[in-house]
């Protein structure tokens, strides 16, 4: 592999893969060779858009391609755990869209499975991998802002939504907070790290899943997190980490800004700005590739304890709303 390009197929044929697919072609070490859908007709239909060589009617046949190296999965997160399992059980190293699948239980499974095929899996956490955020990391551990006391960080988006939709749908996995929700709690697991104490609300629509979801996490020395996630409305998106000796700003989108404003106490603010072609995407994909090429089956940027912990979170504040899935 390390002679050639890392060899990609795409799971699913929705606007997350076509913006995925474009973004892989910004990176010159790796090559969309193929696509798969349960619907043979998308598949063609995908391919022919993005100029991929092959297009296979099932899951079952993209995992058995012998020419993909690596399956990116982008189903909605309710078919994450089949889509990933049959890619696992055939060999084939994935990076799962997030969340990661319905619940903690669930992404256990798709874990073990990965290590007793000894492949590579890795949640698909764009935002720990964007330059702007690993900036703001870097600043954090050189002590710019001193010791972290406060992440505040939400993501609400305007619908309306219809019942069938994604983000309302039970079957789907709908709610605010997995398809959203994740991100906030995503980044106050960055600066903060786990919290020893959850708390959450929400209001649940007519679909029984969460249309405005608040969380607090704290931490026993001291820190707090206050995380919101919504459907309801547009809000800022935005991200703020303060601490003793200043705070850090993530633009909108805080989950994968393009800007960041440093507040040093004393002294004026400092924009940092980071501009990269595409999407986002590729930064996560050439981590894959990284990984691939180094002969990891876990990435040391998005562990699978972490994964873990952040599912482990949603299970927590869905017990507290209220939410369940069949």
Same mark, same amino acid.
């Given at each position: 592999? $390390? ?21 892989? @072609? ?22 022919? %858009?993005?100029? +991929? ?19 990116? /999965? ?12 049959? !890619?696992?059980?055939? &060999?084939?190293? /994935?990076? !799962?869209? @997030?969340?990661?699948? #319905?619940?903690?239980? *669930? ?5 073990? *499975? ?14 720990? #991998? ?6 703001? /990391? ?10 972290? %006391? ?42 903060? &790290? ?8 929400? @209001? ?11 969380? +607090? ?11 919101? !996630?919504?459907?309801? &409305?547009? %809000? ?27 507040? *040093? ?13 595409? @999407? ?8 894959? $590739?990284? !990984? ?15 994964? #873990? ?12 709303? &209220?939410?369940?899935?069949?």
């Amino acid at each position: 592999m $390390n002679d050639r390009p890392v060899r990609w197929g795409i799971l699913a044929t929705g606007g997350i893969a076509a913006s995925f697919a474009e973004d892989l @072609k910004l990176l010159p070490d790796a090559e969309l060779v193929a696509v798969g859908s349960r619907s043979a007709e998308s598949a063609r239909a995908f391919a022919g %858009t993005h100029g +991929i060589p092959r297009a296979h009617g099932s899951w079952a046949e993209l995992a058995a391609d012998p020419d993909v190296d690596v399956i990116y /999965v982008a189903t909605p997160h309710s078919a994450h755990f089949e889509a990933t399992m049959t !890619c696992l059980d055939a &060999g084939k190293a /994935v990076l !799962c869209e @997030k969340p990661f699948t #319905l619940d903690a239980a *669930r992404a256990r499974q798709m874990v073990a *499975r990965a290590r007793e095929k000894n492949v590579l899996l890795m949640e698909a956490m764009w935002t720990r #991998l964007n330059p702007v955020v690993r900036r703001a /990391v870097q600043l954090v551990e050189d002590g710019a802002i001193g010791e972290v %006391t406060t992440v505040s960080s939400d993501f609400g988006v305007s619908g309306p939504f219809p019942p069938e939709h994604r983000m309302r749908a039970r079957a789907l996995g709908g709610g605010a907070l997995l398809d959203l929700g994740v991100y906030p709690i995503a980044i106050a697991l960055l600066f903060l &790290g786990k919290p020893d104490h959850v708390r959450a609300w929400a @209001k649940l629509g007519p679909e029984g899943t969460d249309e405005n979801t608040a969380m +607090i996490f704290g931490y026993d020395r001291g820190a707090v997190a206050t995380l919101t !996630c919504g459907i309801l &409305g547009a %809000t800022p998106n935005s991200a703020v980490i303060s601490g003793s000796a200043g705070r850090i700003t993530l633009h909108d989108p805080a989950f994968v800004p393009r800007a960041m404003t440093l507040h *040093r106490a004393g002294a004026e603010p400092e924009v940092f700005t980071e501009e990269f072609p595409g @999407k986002g995407y590729q930064f996560e994909a050439a981590e894959i $590739n990284r !990984c691939l090429r180094a002969g990891l089956t876990e990435s040391p940027a998005i562990p699978h304890a972490l994964t #873990l912990d952040v599912m482990g979170l949603l299970d927590d504040v869905r017990a507290q709303i &209220g939410l369940s899935y069949d």
